[in-house]
């Protein structure tokens, strides 16, 4: 098992970030943590942590977002994986439930847990979000139609998802076309090897952070990369998607962004609260 963690400009979370990894139940896992050449103080917060499970690369430039991302998966050694963004945290139960999944089923390509949403300060805003519709087996056409009907990505962030790193080459990685639906992109590719499962369980937390590249990304932008998804996989004849399909997603589109929107901008007032105290 090897758990990726990309991480930029990352001392503020991820200390917890890793903290959470090395607590899991299951024990035979790796860390590969890559320094995307961050000028804070990530690198000494690295160097803080004495564990043989965790390998630090260090970037000599800053590569993008995407890149690094494929970089840290690249230089895994197990073939299961899990990325953890440098700011998310595994409850200690996930990494054994996900594996046990992918392990018992060579059919399954990807397994997805609930998410908890939480501010800068570890302060639920949303519990157990995800999965509407997908939980335990489904086949990819199921998914991929679930997908375009949410309106948003209903198998989560990456760090609720776990797959096979042989499927990841073979699918390319991400992508960065459509930035901000890089990994709803990546899911669905990867479905092309196999099915979902989804565990109903809330094995992971999502960091709403006042400052990020979700938050930063225009709502005009994310609205527009999320119709050009639909319109790609509407094309591809094997996901059967019908202009209904297309219609309710449409619309659920519209409704999630504002939603996502009020999230962060609710976080933001938390942090700048926290901060005048």
């Known amino acids: 098992m090897s758990l990726c963690v990309p991480a930029y400009q990352a001392e503020r979370h991820l200390g917890t970030t890793l903290e959470s990894l090395l607590a899991q139940r299951y024990t035979d896992f790796e860390i590969v943590v890559v320094d995307n050449h961050s000028t804070d103080g990530t690198a000494e917060l690295l160097a803080s942590f004495d564990d043989s499970r965790i390998r630090v690369v260090r970037n ?3 590569l993008s ?6 970089l840290a998966v690249n230089l895994c050694r197990g073939p299961l994986v899990k990325l953890v963004c440098a700011d998310d945290i595994v409850d200690e139960h996930g990494i054994a439930a996900q594996a046990a999944v992918l392990q018992r089923h060579p059919d399954i390509a990807l397994v997805g847990v609930q998410t908890d949403f939480v501010d800068d300060h570890g302060t639920l805003l ?3 979000r995800g999965l509407r519709g997908i939980t335990g087996r489904h086949s990819a056409d199921e998914v991929v139609r679930r997908i375009v009907r949410s309106g948003t990505n209903p198998i989560g962030a990456p760090v609720a998802a776990m797959f096979r ?3 990841f080459l073979r699918v390319g990685g991400f992508r960065d ?7 709803t992109d990546l899911w669905v590719r990867l479905l092309s090897h196999g099915d979902f499962y989804g565990i109903p369980r809330a094995l992971a937390s999502f960091r709403i952070g006042s400052i990020s590249a979700s938050a930063a990304t225009a709502a005009r932008s994310q609205l527009g990369q999320q ?7 509407s094309a591809d004849p094997r996901w059967g998607i019908t202009r209904r399909d297309r219609l309710i997603g449409r619309l659920n589109a519209y409704d999630k962004q504002l939603r996502r929107i009020g999230l962060f901008q609710l976080a933001k007032m938390l942090d700048a609260r926290r901060r005048r105290r």
Do not use: G, Q
């Open 60 to 62: 000599e430039k800053t």
């Open 65 to 70: 977002m995407v890149d690094n991302f494929n």
């Open 126 to 128: 949303r519990p157990a």
């Open 165 to 167: 790193r042989a499927d």
């Open 177 to 183: 076309e459509l930035l901000f639906v890089s990994d």
């Open 227 to 233: 119709t050009a998804l639909v319109r790609k996989l």
